[in-house]
């Protein structure tokens, strides 16, 4: 079992930077692929980045490529989601995720653990 809570979203200007939290609680939290979505009003839940166990591996949506940055330290049952250069269109409720192997956690239907999410709102 793990469970996850995110932190570190609020209110932002266009341009700025922004890095969210995610604390784990259990001892296989290192197992896991982990993995950062969001879900804008209106809708659906759409992958945002993802790391590897290991943390050697990662991906990205095309949408944030080269402005969000990924990373875990598994020693803090922790992972962080570094946002670059923000955007209005960037405005939304970010989901921390759990899955298992990494080829797959893009997929919603994957995921094993959700966070509660943290919401996120960039102003232009």
């Known amino acids: 079992q793990v469970q996850l809570v995110e932190s570190g979203g609020r209110l932002v200007q266009a341009g700025t930077s922004l890095r969210l939290s995610c604390a784990a609680s259990?001892?296989?939290?290192?197992?896991?692929?982990m993995g950062w979505f969001r879900q804008a009003p209106g809708k659906e839940r759409e992958f945002v980045a993802a790391?590897?166990?290991?943390?050697?591996?990662?991906y990205y949506s095309d949408s944030v490529k080269g402005r969000f940055t990924i990373s875990r330290d598994n020693a803090r049952n922790a992972v962080y989601l570094q946002m670059n250069s923000l955007k209005p269109e960037d405005t939304a409720v970010y989901f921390c995720?759990?899955?298992?192997?990494?080829?797959?956690?893009?997929?919603?239907?994957?995921?094993?653990?959700w966070g509660q999410g943290t919401q996120v709102t960039v102003s232009s």
């Open positions: 259990g001892r296989t939290f290192s197992s896991y692929s």
């Open positions: 995720a759990a899955g298992g192997r990494i080829e797959t956690i893009k997929v919603k239907d994957y995921i094993h653990y």
């Open positions: 790391i590897s166990w290991t943390g050697g591996i990662t």
